[in-house]
């Protein structure tokens, strides 16, 4: 079977919000990592030792589909569920 990934950066406000209207909305799965992960840029969370960041700043939404699953009009759906004004900037992997 053939997948769809779709990736959308977010902010702290937005990727949990995203993610969980992803996942209501039919995806698979889905996830949110770090926009800078495996870079000088990347930001520890999760109380490592010394650090204060409980969500990245930038993040990047990750959510899996099937092939024949019309992806535009789910994240549409889900912006709007997200509080969202418009659908965010994304990529669709296939």
Known sequence: M??????????EKTAA???DAL?????????IEHAH?????EQ???GEPGMDADVWHDSLVSALFDAE???EVILA???TQAG???TPSHRIEV
């Open 23 to 31: 996942m209501d909305l039919g995806a698979l799965s889905a996830g």
């Open 37 to 41: 992960a495996g870079t000088a840029a």
């Open 77 to 79: 759906a889900a912006a």
């Open 69 to 71: 699953a019309d992806v």
């Open 2 to 11: 053939a997948w769809q990934v779709l990736k959308i950066p977010a902010d």
């Open 44 to 46: 520890p969370i999760f």
């Open 17 to 19: 919000r995203l993610s």
């Open 84 to 86: 969202l004004s418009a």
